[in-house]
């Protein structure tokens, strides 16, 4: 049983793919200087906090911020929490997407699920891997504080998965921020959103 359990999920903190608005997906990108500073203001944001355990996607952004904002930790990686796989899209600007895509924005807007490039992810797969990962690490550690770092729209659609949203009804998480969930009474409760 999770009954008590409370999961801090955090996003990356900055990677210049970010800062220039383009896509990053599954790209390695490594965290740029405001990047680092945006961590180590996480690091002292949640210093408080004493976490059971501390998972993270792979990707060195995400497994960089969870080093830098808990030092000691054994950060455990799963796969399953890598960003939404974008293809072909990689590195490209929203603009040039939108060239090749001209339903994006209002498909995007409408909360119409498509894949990301001929060779990318749909949302509905990010969330077939993710949320698994979220129940799984949530199970490891019953009535535990667990931090998750990773990627803004896995994050995202994980968060309105364990609610029980449809669509697009909270904002996204920005660099460096984080969101708190607790299952209590039988149901995960959104304890707060977009910390920074």
Not at 18 to 30: L, S, V, Y
Not at 72 to 92: C, F, H, N, Q, Y
Not at 157 to 170: K, Y
Request: a negative charge.
């Amino acid at each position: 049983m999770i009954e008590g359990t409370t999961l801090v999920v955090l996003r990356h903190g900055q990677t210049d793919l970010n800062a220039t608005g383009r896509f990053q997906g599954q790209a390695d990108i490594p965290l740029n200087a405001t990047g680092v500073a945006q961590a180590e203001s996480a690091r002292r944001r949640l210093a408080g906090i004493r976490f059971d355990a501390v998972y993270s996607s792979p990707l060195s952004r995400a497994l960089d911020t969870a080093r830098l904002v808990r030092p000691a930790a054994d950060v455990v990686t799963d796969p399953r929490l890598m960003e939404i796989d974008v293809g072909s899209w990689s590195g490209r600007t929203w603009d040039e997407v939108k060239a090749e895509m001209p339903d994006y924005e209002r498909n995007y807007a409408n909360g119409v699920d498509f894949r990301r490039s001929p060779t990318g992810e749909t949302l509905a797969e990010v969330v077939a891997r993710g949320l698994p990962a979220a129940i799984e690490i949530a199970e490891r550690h019953p009535g535990g504080l667990v931090l998750v770092v990773a990627h803004g729209l896995l994050l995202n659609r994980v968060i309105h998965a364990l609610l029980g949203l449809e669509g697009r009804v909270l904002g996204g998480l920005g660099n460096a921020h984080h969101s708190e969930l607790l299952f209590t009474h039988g149901a995960w409760r959104l304890q707060a959103h977009n910390v920074s």
